[in-house]
């Protein structure tokens, strides 16, 4: 079964970007399943920020398209987020998952992410 | 965008007891695409159905999801202690290719 596991920095300044990485264990990242990054602001519901596939494909929340970006590297086995120009808003936990056939099946423990300076 | 309303935001019931939760569409969706997550204070998300009615792996047979077009519904048929959470339907859209979350119900030991 595949393990996902998430890790970056927990804090991150106004205006900078959060990057978080992925680390995948248990299968390899070059599947069939698309990739996903999931994230929900404390006490708050969840929201789907984007999904990447292979490296060759990505799907974006549009709400979020603008300053994000989703990668994969495949001699890791993980795959990572970049958030910029971030604010207080995007303080929340952030998840990793698999994503595949309309289902997020395969959940990291979630990272808490803090935008203050 | 397709928008999730679940009903109740909060419900109140006892072990041994029925749980009925609502998830309805703004529009109607295919129910290929729809999901159920179980979340736990301080634990991620647990995906327990999935195209609407299919359990995934592990899942105990008490937990059984249905509906179509715009309406949906998770039943809990006997609650455990272990199933007080918050619930979550999602739905997968095509144009543009993007998972949406309802707000979530809150089921609580009363």
């Known amino acids: 079964q595949v393990q996902l596991q998430e890790s970056g920095p927990g804090l991150v300044k106004p205006s900078g970007t959060l990057s978080l990485t992925c680390a995948v264990s248990?299968?390899?990242?070059?599947?069939?399943?698309?990739w996903s990054w999931v994230r929900q602001p404390p006490g708050k519901g969840l929201e789907w920020i984007g999904e990447?596939?292979?490296?060759?494909?990505?799907n974006y929340n549009p709400s979020l398209k603008t300053r994000v970006t989703i990668s994969i590297d495949k001699s890791k086995n993980q795959f990572s987020l970049k958030l910029s120009s971030v604010t207080a808003a995007d303080t929340a936990v952030y998840y990793c998952?698999?994503?595949?056939?309309?289902?997020?099946?395969?959940w990291g423990q979630g990272t808490l992410v803090t935008v203050s300076s | 965008e397709i928008v999730l309303t679940q009903s109740p935001g909060t419900l109140s019931l006892s072990p041994g007891e029925r749980a009925t939760l609502s998830c309805r569409a703004s529009?109607?969706?295919?129910?290929?695409?729809l999901a159920w997550y179980q979340q736990k204070p301080g634990q991620a998300p647990r995906l327990l159905i999935y195209g609407a009615s299919s359990r995934a792996t592990g899942i105990p047979d008490r937990f059984s999801g249905s509906g179509s077009g715009t309406d949906f519904t998770l039943t809990i048929s006997r609650l455990e202690p272990e199933d007080f959470a918050v619930y979550y339907c999602?739905?997968?859209?095509?144009?543009?290719?993007?998972?949406?979350f309802g707000q979530g119900t809150k089921l609580e030991i009363k």
């Open positions: 248990g299968g390899s990242i070059s599947t069939s399943h698309w």
């Open positions: 998952a698999t994503s595949r056939l309309y289902m997020l099946e395969h």
């Open positions: 990447v596939y292979l490296g060759e494909n990505n």
């Open positions: 999602q739905h997968y859209g095509r144009s543009p290719p993007m998972y949406t």
């Open positions: 529009q109607s969706v295919t129910s290929t695409y």
